[in-house]
């Protein structure tokens, strides 16, 4: 198991403060605060509040498509690529529900990585468009409008991190269950 590092504080605690007040609000010297440490001090283990962002939505973004790059390679029939889909939101998002506020909130805030981020996010969209494109044509689920599937199911599984911080003990095999059969029944 990874040692937390002095710098993956920061970084967790500054994701908590982004989704509580919003990236452009928060300070470096909030972030001090909340550490219980001086300002400076935080120099010393990141450059910039920009830095802290970047490590959140990019570790984060990168951590979806490689996953996304392994059920959409893998001999999975698609529905079953679909129920992988949904394993994979709930394991990322039940692990950082904090950084998944950044992901969809501030992601506009980056700066010399936005570009690599909405390239990242491009590709995932359209790698899970592909499935659901390859799951009508193999009869798998219903032909009907790939758009407003993909919309649908990523709205459900990006906005998981609002939803899971208020339930106790989540389990993580449970919910991905139970969210596959109301996501994925719907357009079989």
């Not at 590092?5 to 403060?17: F, G, M, V």
């Not at 996304?68 to 949904?86: G, P, Y």
């Not at 394991?91 to 010399?112: K, V």
């Not at 590709?123 to 009869?139: A, D, P, T, V, W």
Request: net charge neutral.
């Amino acid at each position: 198991m990874k040692e937390i590092t002095r710098k993956d504080e920061i970084i967790k605690t500054a994701a908590k403060l982004f989704k509580e007040k919003g990236y452009s609000a928060v300070t470096m010297r909030d972030l001090a605060t909340a550490m219980g440490i001086k300002a400076a001090s935080l120099y010393n283990h990141i450059s910039s509040k920009q830095e802290i962002l970047k490590e959140i939505i990019i570790s984060l973004a990168e951590a979806f498509t490689q996953g996304m790059e392994q059920i959409k390679t893998s001999n999975n029939t698609c529905v079953e690529k679909l129920n992988k889909i949904v394993e994979l939101h709930v394991s990322i998002t039940s692990q950082n529900t904090f950084g998944m506020a950044s992901l969809n909130n501030d992601w506009m805030h980056l700066e010399e990585q936005l570009d690599y981020y909405l390239e990242l996010r491009m590709n995932y969209e359209e790698n899970f468009r592909s499935i659901l494109k390859s799951g009508i044509q193999n009869g798998e689920i219903s032909n009907k409008n790939v758009e407003v599937m993909l919309f649908s199911m990523l709205s459900t599984l990006r906005s998981l991190y609002i939803w899971i911080p208020n339930k106790d003990a989540i389990n993580v095999k449970k919910l991905s269950a139970q969210l596959s059969n109301v996501l994925i029944e719907g357009i079989r």
